[in-house]
Structures are given as structure tokens and as C-alpha cells.
């Protein structure tokens, strides 16, 4: 199992990741815009299952391969900070999307079990968060256990971490709803704020090792 250092740094490393604007979380902040918040809430839980079910999968399939192919190992981490830097160029370039959603007005009503589903989808499908698994949790496991047991309970901690951060966001998104719909045009620069960290981030994966 990881040691108490690798532990206290995954966890930093994971809320600090979780804090940058992502498809999970700009999701999240746009159904707690045009949702109740009630829904919002179970499209968070949604979404904390799909992550957790990523990291299921990649603990099947990674051990062998950070193990045997330094040059794999690499490939991925290349491919990962691309796709963060495309994240944060899409969302420049659609930072004005979450301020259509909320000058548009409700949504009608869903049933839980579709909450649940569209969080779940797009948890399950965030490429940020599978590559992040991918690249970054074998780094906090220990060379004396076997790897995929660590990396999913990793990707458990980090599932919960994300389900509070999510629910402590869709709340403030929701009470936050009367203030944004007099200047809706705030989310714009939200946005594009987002945008640019993802491509810091995108930055900082290439060039560290």
C-alpha cells in the first residue's frame, strides 16, 4: 500500500487537480445553472461513479504496461498533456456556452435514475481524468504490493474527493444563479479563465518528469 508521504501527496495533487476547471466540473456548474439543484446534486454522484469505473479499468490494464514499456509510459503522458491543452483551448472557445444555458432558462424536470445517468456518461468519458489516472497514480503506488489494488483505491479517494469538491460547487453554482443572471456575460470570463489554466497544466505535464 502507498506509504503516509505518498499518501499526503496524492491527496494534494488530487485536490489541486480536481480544482481546475474540467469537463466534469464545468459540467457540474452548468447543470447547478440550469437544473435544480436537487438534480445537480445526483449528476454529481453520477459522475463520481463514472470516475471510479475509470479507475477500475485502468488498474486492470496499466500495471503491465508502466511496468515493461518506459516508452509506452511516455507515449501516454505526451498524449495527455495534448489532450488537457485541447480541453483548455475548447474551453476558450466555448466559454460562452454556460451563459446561453443560463439565459435560456430551466430545463424540464428528469428522473433521478437520468440524473444519475448523464452524471455517470460523463464521468466515465472524461478523458481528463483517465489520463490523469493513467499517468500520474501509478507514481503514488508502492514497488512492494501488487499495482492495480493501489490504483483503485486511489481512484476511490480521488471519486470521493471529486463527489465533495463537485456537490460543494453545484451548491455554490445554484445559490450563485440570482447574482450571474444580472451580468450573465461573468461566465464568459469564467471560462476562458478555466481555458488558460488547463493549458498551464497541459504545459507542466510535458515539461515535468
Do not use: C
Not at 445526483?42 to 479507475?55: D, I, K, P, Y
Not at 445559490?175 to 479563465?193: N, Q, S, T, V, Y
Amino acid at each position: 500500500m502507498p506509504s503516509s508521504s505518498q499518501w499526503a501527496a496524492f491527496l494534494v495533487a488530487s485536490f489541486l487537480f480536481i480544482q481546475v476547471p474540467g469537463p466534469s466540473l464545468l459540467f457540474m456548474l452548468g447543470r447547478a445553472l440550469t437544473v435544480p439543484l436537487r438534480e445537480a446534486l445526483l449528476s454529481v454522484v453520477g459522475n463520481a461513479s463514472g470516475l471510479l469505473a475509470q479507475a477500475v479499468l485502468v488498474a486492470v490494464g496499466l500495471g503491465a504496461l508502466v511496468t515493461t514499456s518506459a516508452t509506452a509510459y511516455s507515449i501516454v503522458k505526451i498524449a495527455g498533456a495534448a489532450y488537457v491543452v485541447w480541453l483548455g483551448v475548447q474551453a476558450i472557445r466555448h466559454r460562452g456556452d454556460a451563459r446561453v444555458a443560463l439565459e435560456s432558462g430551466q430545463r424540464p424536470p428528469e428522473r433521478a435514475r437520468t440524473a444519475l445517468m448523464t452524471g455517470f456518461v460523463v464521468g466515465v468519458t472524461n478523458p481528463k481524468t483517465v489520463l490523469f489516472f493513467v499517468a500520474f497514480l501509478p507514481q503514488f503506488t508502492s514497488s512492494s504490493a501488487p499495482t492495480a489494488p493501489q490504483i483503485a483505491l486511489l481512484g476511490l479517494v480521488f471519486a470521493l474527493m471529486e463527489l465533495v469538491s463537485d456537490s460543494a460547487w453545484a451548491t455554490l453554482a445554484g445559490k450563485a444563479r440570482a447574482w450571474l443572471a444580472r451580468r450573465p456575460r461573468r461566465l464568459d470570463a469564467a471560462g476562458a479563465a478555466g481555458g488558460i489554466m488547463m493549458i498551464g497544466l497541459g504545459a507542466t505535464l510535458v515539461t515535468t518528469s
